[in-house]
């Protein structure tokens, strides 16, 4: 009895020593954890501990059947109005949100643009769209059509009041749009954080209808859109035109995907300054447009004569984008010309992307020939801690062969870009997964994350 009640000191003394060294690995285990996901922030391309990709997105948005509507909207909608889950509504012709009106879409809501009138939707300057879908529920705009195709019906127009740098504060639309007054189609002013409403959990299929005198349609259009307008968690899949339109105005987009589209995936323009982070453009070889198609487009102007000088110029900050061309053989559609560059850039822009994925084009960027290559002019256009993947040559001049001036510049280690040669299959987590891919990166067996994991959330 006493022999062990004289043990009992170092007993205790062992037992606290298991339970401090048991401590001790689990800080060591934490800070490790930690540490790796300190690393893992500085990944490149788009984001997250978990695929944001998941579970509100179409990638194949032909399947589903919604029936047929149960309301239409045609016209004018001068009072506010909220559209419902339970019903299936029909956009018959070009209709206007006017008169500093509110329309609401409740979660879950599917709106059909009509085929045979080219239905569209747009958001009059002074008005707002609150179209806030859920995760689960996301609210869905498409085609009309059981066999849907690009260019189905028109697309989605939210006009504002923030600057833009033609000649004057306003600008009109110029897509062949008939509203009963010019200003439902004006755009521009002098408030850069107006706010036109909300998109989140939102997809935009099959719209881009083309026209003769005017082009195509773009999926999504953005003019004059002010800081205070949300857009985030919006998808634009098989659009006929330009997926994202962004003209003029300032602007956030995040989480925003374009997929498939026929023209450019996001196309800048008029002044615009917008940051776009944690996005992503996929495109296809086999679906291009003959007047250019690439998954960033930048320029101030159409024609500079008409651009005021005194304005802002187009800036893009771009960070922690995915551009990624899917092919099976894109060494072979390279070669006979299925394949153009992924970014261009105009005169007189400032462009900026960094930590970003590059994949599968020929080249990853080209520099307008009027862009003279000097100090000036590189230090407005910045590629930083970017991956270029697959590519057939980097970073060119339009017109120019040699490329070698700029090769120097953005293959320095200031810049800290990396160069490599892999298939999709090696380059991305999942990316030939048909319903919900996973574009993030993966070197090393490392996903690319910005968030500290927490405890528990391992999944």
């Given at each position: 009895m006493f022999d062990s009640l004289d043990k009992?000191?170092?007993?205790?003394?062992?037992?606290?020593?298991?339970?401090?060294?048991?401590?001790?690995?689990?800080?060591?285990?934490?800070?490790?954890?930690?540490?790796?996901?300190?690393?893992?922030?500085?990944?490149?391309?788009?984001?997250?501990?978990?695929?944001?990709?998941?579970?509100?997105?179409?990638?194949r948005p032909n399947n589903p059947n919604y029936g047929e509507p149960t309301q239409i909207l045609t016209g004018e909608i001068t009072e506010n109005t909220v559209l419902t889950k339970r019903n299936i509504y029909l956009l018959l012709g070009d209709v206007f949100v006017t008169d500093s009106t509110t329309l609401t879409i409740e979660p879950g809501t599917v709106i059909l643009g009509d085929f045979k009138t080219k239905g569209?939707?747009?958001?009059?300057?002074?008005?707002?769209?609150?179209?806030?879908?859920?995760?689960?529920?996301?609210i869905i705009f498409t085609?009309?059509?059981?066999?849907?195709?690009?260019g189905d019906w028109g697309g989605l127009f939210i006009l504002g009041d923030a600057p833009i740098n033609t000649f004057g504060n306003v600008s009109s639309l110029n897509y062949g749009l008939n509203p009963a007054l010019t200003e439902t189609i004006s755009y521009g002013g002098d408030d850069p954080f107006s706010n036109s409403g909300v998109l989140k959990y939102v997809r935009v299929e099959y719209a881009g209808k083309h026209t003769k005198?005017?082009?195509?349609?773009?999926?999504?259009?953005?003019?004059?859109?002010?800081?205070?307008?949300?857009?985030?968690?919006?998808?634009?899949?098989?659009?006929?035109?330009?997926?994202?339109?962004?003209?003029?105005?300032?602007?956030?987009?995040s989480q925003t995907i374009s997929y498939r589209s026929s023209k450019?995936?996001?196309?800048?323009?008029?002044?615009?300054?917008?940051?776009?982070?944690?996005?992503?453009?996929?495109?296809?070889?086999?679906?291009?447009?003959?007047?250019?198609?690439?998954?960033?487009?930048v320029s101030s102007y159409d024609l500079k004569e008409n651009a005021d000088t005194t304005?802002?110029?187009?800036?893009?900050?771009?960070?922690?984008?995915?551009?990624?061309?899917?092919?099976?053989?894109?060494k072979s559609d390279i070669q006979v010309g299925l394949v153009q560059e992924a970014i261009f850039i105009g005169p007189d822009v400032s462009f900026s992307i960094d930590k970003s994925v590059?994949?599968?084009?020929?080249?990853?960027?080209?520099?307008?020939?009027?862009?003279?290559?000097?100090?000036?002019?590189?230090?407005?256009i910045q590629f930083q801690q970017s991956y270029f993947n697959n590519c057939s040559g980097n970073i060119f001049r339009k017109g120019y062969s040699n490329n070698d001036d700029l090769?120097?510049?953005?293959?320095?280690?200031?810049?800290?870009?990396?160069?490599?040669?892999?298939?999709?299959?090696?380059?991305?987590?999942?990316?030939?997964?048909?319903?919900?891919?996973?574009?993030?990166?993966?070197?090393?067996?490392?996903?690319?994350?910005n968030e500290v994991i927490e405890e528990g959330n391992n999944e």
């Amino acid at each position: 009895m006493f022999d062990s009640l004289d043990k009992m000191p170092f007993l205790l003394n062992i037992k606290n020593m298991t339970i401090m060294k048991k401590i001790t690995l689990t800080s060591f285990f934490f800070l490790l954890t930690l540490g790796s996901c300190m690393f893992a922030q500085q990944e490149k391309g788009i984001t997250g501990y978990n695929n944001w990709l998941n579970p509100w997105t179409d990638f194949r948005p032909n399947n589903p059947n919604y029936g047929e509507p149960t309301q239409i909207l045609t016209g004018e909608i001068t009072e506010n109005t909220v559209l419902t889950k339970r019903n299936i509504y029909l956009l018959l012709g070009d209709v206007f949100v006017t008169d500093s009106t509110t329309l609401t879409i409740e979660p879950g809501t599917v709106i059909l643009g009509d085929f045979k009138t080219k239905g569209s939707l747009t958001i009059s300057r002074g008005s707002k769209i609150i179209a806030e879908g859920l995760v689960t529920d996301p609210i869905i705009f498409t085609s009309s059509k059981t066999d849907k195709k690009q260019g189905d019906w028109g697309g989605l127009f939210i006009l504002g009041d923030a600057p833009i740098n033609t000649f004057g504060n306003v600008s009109s639309l110029n897509y062949g749009l008939n509203p009963a007054l010019t200003e439902t189609i004006s755009y521009g002013g002098d408030d850069p954080f107006s706010n036109s409403g909300v998109l989140k959990y939102v997809r935009v299929e099959y719209a881009g209808k083309h026209t003769k005198d005017f082009g195509n349609f773009s999926g999504i259009t953005l003019a004059g859109v002010g800081l205070k307008t949300t857009i985030n968690n919006v998808m634009v899949s098989y659009c006929q035109g330009n997926s994202f339109n962004v003209l003029g105005g300032e602007v956030v987009l995040s989480q925003t995907i374009s997929y498939r589209s026929s023209k450019n995936d996001y196309y800048f323009n008029y002044g615009a300054q917008c940051h776009i982070d944690n996005s992503l453009a996929v495109r296809s070889p086999y679906i291009s447009s003959p007047d250019g198609s690439r998954c960033i487009y930048v320029s101030s102007y159409d024609l500079k004569e008409n651009a005021d000088t005194t304005k802002k110029e187009t800036f893009v900050n771009a960070e922690n984008l995915t551009l990624v061309n899917v092919s099976k053989d894109i060494k072979s559609d390279i070669q006979v010309g299925l394949v153009q560059e992924a970014i261009f850039i105009g005169p007189d822009v400032s462009f900026s992307i960094d930590k970003s994925v590059i994949s599968g084009f020929k080249p990853a960027v080209i520099l307008d020939d009027n862009i003279a290559i000097n100090s000036e002019n590189l230090e407005k256009i910045q590629f930083q801690q970017s991956y270029f993947n697959n590519c057939s040559g980097n970073i060119f001049r339009k017109g120019y062969s040699n490329n070698d001036d700029l090769e120097s510049w953005y293959g320095s280690r200031a810049f800290d870009n990396v160069y490599s040669k892999g298939p999709d299959s090696e380059t991305f987590i999942d990316s030939e997964n048909s319903r919900y891919p996973d574009f993030r990166l993966r070197i090393n067996k490392i996903i690319a994350s910005n968030e500290v994991i927490e405890e528990g959330n391992n999944e």
